[in-house]
């Protein structure tokens, strides 16, 4: 990194504990620090300055992308703040950056506020895992924990397709090889018939974005290998709709059929302002894809999924809304955090009442 300005910056977020820096043209450059925003006391960025950031920071390839798609997303490593994530977008003509910082090591599951059931799902030998949520929930800090976990314990072949790489891997007891998207393969889809062919024990796929990513990943976890991959979307539900909803007629059919033979588990998360406004505190769903669940996957009951999801606590399933609770009651995020994340906050406000009543 050679511009001195934005070597000045990623300097400061790395004193501040930032998770994003955010470079916007007319305005000081910001920091997200435990969820909030915080503008630098510093003037305010120029469209010049932006363009020459803008061409130190992409090579021709990546210009050529961000002129055809007005978007691109590439990865940087700096020596104060480690592994970014970059996404440019263009705005009144000129290029403005998100950085989103990836850290130097991943956390351990209790650091991060993950249950145990995440560990026996990044143990089972085949089938989908799906990690989801809304941008900037964690999903790939998640994803790289389960890697990791995997790596530590498992004689196996990994191999991760992303966009851009926020995590590089070191073999362990895994060998694991890590694709970036545009930089060692040209798309998901692609990349993932190719890395069928490398004889991998379990394949990550950075994002499922269409139809035919989907299709493939479903095929791989039929065939026997481990297939983790992210989605954007709020809960379990929405997850099973929005695979479903991008196939039409026997190819709907067919999916629901292999969705409903391979699901392992969804683990959806959000990430919330801690009671003090020190961190970030995780609330998630999980489900795990046992016979009741197949079984609604399989009959499109998908309005059924939380009432299974309700009784089957002994499995280790959990309701968005009883995490909130829970997290609630140990005063780790305030009343107005979990009422304005809960999915029912009528009901959410019925069950304090009745808990308030038994105390």
């Known amino acids: ?74 990865s940087l490593w700096h020596a104060a703040i480690g592994r970014t994530r970059i996404t440019v977008y263009r705005r009144n003509g000129f290029p403005e950056f998100s950085f989103r910082f990836c850290g ?66 070191d073999n362990n007891r895994a060998i694991v090889i890590q694709h970036e998207v545009l930089t060692d393969v040209k798309n998901y889809h692609s990349a993932l018939i190719h890395v069928l062919r490398q004889d991998p024990d379990v394949i990550v796929v950075g994002e499922m974005r269409d139809h035919e990513t989907i299709a493939t990943a479903l095929s791989a976890a039929e065939t026997g ?50 009671a003090n406004r020190l961190k970030r505190v995780l609330a998630y769903e999980l489900v795990i894809g046992n016979a009741a669940i197949r079984r609604l996957i399989r009959d499109n009951l998908l309005h059924q999924v939380e009432n299974v999801i309700q009784t089957s606590k002994k499995e280790g399933m959990v309701l968005f809304d009883n995490c909130l609770m829970d997290r609630y009651l140990k005063c780790d995020i305030t009343y107005d955090t979990a009422m304005s994340h809960a999915r029912d906050p009528e009901q959410f406000e019925k069950r304090l009442e009745a808990q308030k009543a038994e105390s």
């Open 104 to 169: 130097e090591s991943i956390p351990q599951r209790g650091e991060l506020g993950l249950p145990q059931k995440v560990d026996d799902l990044a143990r089972r030998p085949n089938g989908l895992i799906l990690v989801t949520g809304p941008t900037g929930a964690g999903k790939t800090t998640t994803l790289n924990y389960m890697i990791n976990l995997m790596n530590q314990e498992r004689r196996s072949k990994i191999i991760t397709i992303e966009d851009p790489i926020e995590f590089v891997h």
């Open 1 to 74: 990194m050679t511009n001195p300005l934005i070597d000045k910056y990623l300097r400061l977020a790395a004193e501040l504990q930032a998770s994003d820096l955010h470079l916007i043209k007319g305005v000081a450059p910001t920091f997200r620090v435990n969820g909030d925003i915080i503008l630098a006391d510093d003037d305010a960025i120029s469209g010049h300055h932006l363009e020459q950031v803008y061409r130190e920071l992409t090579n021709p390839d990546q210009q050529q992308r961000f002129d055809r798609d007005w978007e691109l997303c590439i």
């Open 225 to 274: 290998h481990l297939v983790l991959a992210t989605l954007h979307s709020p809960n379990a539900v929405h997850a099973f709709e929005r695979i479903l909803g991008v196939f039409e007629g026997n190819a709907q059919r067919q999916v629901i059929l292999q969705l409903a033979n391979t699901l392992q588990g969804i683990i959806v998360q959000e990430l919330l302002p801690s």
